[in-house]
């Protein structure tokens, strides 16, 4: 599998060659606007981009790559933001080591190498009687796009609260987008309002409107297990649980604990999730697997929206 790393630097190009070769992927490299779009004959499975580059910005390469396979490095906030309505799969700081490149090549092996799983369906008589009282997001890497599509701009009639693992100084930003308030490690009382969990930190329901920080260490935080298993204790079968894209299983262990108490789980189909770790770590648990728009008519029947 091809990746292509588009970047002016080489100390960068040389940290992503070395780390993604060790792991065995054939790693090609580019300097400039001109040269990212010349590799592009070279059929590249996953991009790595800078976007200041000498000759221009790296969104011209977006025009001629689906941005669902890109993967961006950048600490600007508005950058940040535009690539990740642009649909692209992440954004993350440059490495400074080899360290700094846990999350990509977990990125990297998501991406290109799928687990497969089976779309499951629920009849639609099912949606109609429902009627949550808490809506859950468990969402990491490729799902920002979605949440825009999914929460921007929409009225909620009931509390939702968003677990997403991204960057910690652009959560306020990204609430914003999202018409969300944040909730910061302190924890604080939920009603009826969109809700974005501040990164780098756990919580849990500790009552039925009350959110605290959790001590538990996990690889990713906030973690989404924690947040549905604690809420699904409390909202019982009023729980509705939403998985998005993202890397890994995280969100299986909380979306079986909904379940558990006759709450219902949905998780985006394989054909919209950019990265399906996720979504495919809850086939045979969730109810349904959607596309976005699938996913708004379900909240409309259930009258979040």
Known sequence: MRVLVVDDSPFVRGVVK??????GF???????????????????????LDIHLPDGEG?????YYPPEKVLVFSSDKDIALRALELGVLDFLPKPQHPGDMAKVVLLAREVLFPEEGKP?????????KFRPEIV????????????????SEKKVNIPVIIC??????????????????VIYPEGGTISVDKYLLYPSTNYRFVSKYTIKEDKTDTPFKPSVDIIFSSAAKFFKDKT???????????????????????GKVLAQDKRVA???????????IADEFLTDEGIIKSLEDWGVF
Do not use: C
Request: hydrophobic share 45%; glycine share 10%.
């Open 18 to 23: 070395s780390v993604l070769s060790k792991e």
């Open 26 to 48: 054939e790693v090609l490299t580019a300097s400039s606007v001109k040269e990212g779009i010349e590799m592009l004959n070279e059929n590249p499975d996953l991009i790595i």
């Open 59 to 63: 969104f011209e390469i977006l025009k």
């Open 120 to 128: 499951l369906k629920i009849p639609t008589a099912q949606k109609e």
């Open 136 to 151: 859950l997001v468990g969402a990491s890497s490729g799902s920002p796009k979605s949440l825009i599509k999914i929460f």
């Open 164 to 181: 997403l693992h991204i960057q910690k100084y652009f959560a306020e930003s990204f609430a914003e987008r999202l018409g969300a308030k």
């Open 240 to 262: 509705l649980g939403i998985i998005l894209s993202g890397i890994g299983k995280h969100g299986q262990k909380g979306a079986m604990e909904i379940k558990n108490f006759n």
């Open 274 to 284: 950019p990265v399906w770790g996720m979504p495919s770590a809850v086939v045979g």
